[in-house]
């Protein structure tokens, strides 16, 4: 007859047990992801183990097999807009920006004024739909599930007017070389600015339930701390750089379009964790509403495209109408914009930090290299070391607040 | 400001660094034997004092007519002075061997792993160099410009069992 003993322990016994507690000197190995609930895509982590810590671990971003780069150099300037917004899928209006100014910076072309307001009001919008669906991302794997769906409801509104203004939801590639595809709506005004005063709401909401969450707060603070210096080296740029104390904006020290016209900070972080990355990016969000609203109060009516056959579409009714407007619609269309030879490195300020378009053209229609560097990619490489000594638990957080885009850490 | 970075590696390195300006990027040609001397120099130099890495990739000139075929570039940028130059190493097809920056700058670390995988660059000295965006047994380099884009590989076995 089997005692209690045999059924809690199986065959064993509780002395054999004992035996056994001494637990294997061996390191474990682990696969996290992909498609992990906490890992977002394709990423997979190799970890070592030792019980619940890391002592090593080797990330492989894995691979989607958009072939960007690829594509790039057999379309036209004007074709690899779409290609674009699918770099970066939660702002890619700041992709659309990006590639657009690397080409303009190649034509020797400055958009008109009004576009340059566009583009930014655009820009910053992306912004705060990349930085909310970081955060609220980040804070459902740490258990904070209506942070989450507070911060997506804050988002969707942000894609309606997106949506009425590009026609698509996602995938918007609303700008064009020159310009951007066509004028703000007549009521973008007031909806953007109604829109403002609730995201603001959100945030404050959000705020309440994380800030001071001492559940949010011990999963963040402290976690994968990157001192100023270990910044710099690895590339970091955007909200990881600023939570380090990187004092670095693109916005500010490069200044590109009209940001030079209105007022921001840089917020910058002290102590270079989880939790700084998640301040700097709420307070990022306020500074874009700040952009937004003095946007709004300064854009004037003028044109949105250069005034350039070379590179601007012509209107229809003059394609209908007249033969040089027709010529240079097919041979934009055929050909594709005629960009001379040359070579640039353009760069703005993206969601995650510094995205840069290098672009060789070859005066063909079609560029002859694209590289982009993706700032995610390059602050992937440092998570190795970030989680290296800390728990299991610790990473979810850590791979969060880098915030990896699988679409920009592809090819 | 930067044009005062490229006036100083030429009176520094004299022939063996070529400098230009292109649409405001400010660009040093270097022979790969001196790479290490110029990249270590631009990140020590206070006045240089090159400290963040910006990008790395590499140009396949094919069908360009230039001589040789392929050029490795690295970005950089500097956090104190807020300049930026962009270093370049011409490499012949033969010979597609480089010295690797990661040691300097070691956010190069994967983007030199990326430019290894799309490219077929081998950088010394490296440490960590192994595909990253496509898997080991893949044959051939995607983004050299004889890599026909339409082109279909199944996953190789190891073991050559389906090939």
Known sequence: MSTVQTYVLGQKNAADLDAEQELPAELMTINMGPSHPAMHGTIRMVLQIDGERVVDADVQPGYLHRCFEKESEYATYTQIFPYTDRLNYVSPMLNNVGFALAVEKLLGIETPERCQYIRVIIGEMSRITDHLTCIGASAMEVGAFTAFLYLLKAREWFYELLEELSGARLTHSYVRIGGVARDLTADFDPKLRDLLNRTEGVLAEVETLLTNNRIFRQRMEGVSVVSRDDAIAWGFTGPLGRASGLDYDVRKDYPYLVYDRVEFDVPVGEHGDCFDRYLVRMEEMRQSIRILRQCLDQIRPGPICVDDLRVTLPDKSEVYNTIEAMIAHFKLIVDGIRVPPGQTYSFTEGGNGELGFFVIADGTGRPYKVHVRSPCFIALQALPSMIRGALISDIIPTFGMINMIGGECDR | ?163
Do not use: C
């Not at chain 2, 660009?27 to 020590?44: G, K, N, P, Q």
């Not at chain 2, 950088?123 to 893949?138: A, Q």
């Open chain 2, 1 to 163: 400001m930067a044009q005062r970075v490229l006036d100083d590696l030429a009176a520094r390195f004299g022939d063996a660094v070529q400098t230009r300006s292109e649409h405001g990027d400010e660009i040093v040609v270097v022979s790969r034997d001196r790479l290490v001397d110029v990249a270590t120099y631009l990140r020590d130099a206070p006045d240089l004092a090159f400290d963040a890495p910006v990008f790395a990739t590499v140009i396949d000139w094919l069908g360009q007519g230039k001589e040789p075929r392929f050029e490795a570039v690295w970005g950089l940028r500097s956090s104190q002075h807020y300049h930026r130059i962009q270093i370049r190493v011409p490499l012949d097809e033969d010979d597609l061997r480089v010295p690797s920056l990661s040691g300097l700058w070691k956010g190069f670390g994967w983007p030199e792993r990326e430019a290894f995988d799309m490219y077929g660059v081998r950088y010394d000295g490296h440490g960590d160099l192994r595909r990253i965006l496509l898997y080991e047994e893949f044959v051939g380099h995607p983004l050299r410009k004889d890599y026909p884009k339409e082109k279909r590989q199944p996953l190789v076995r190891r073991d050559g069992a389906n090939e």
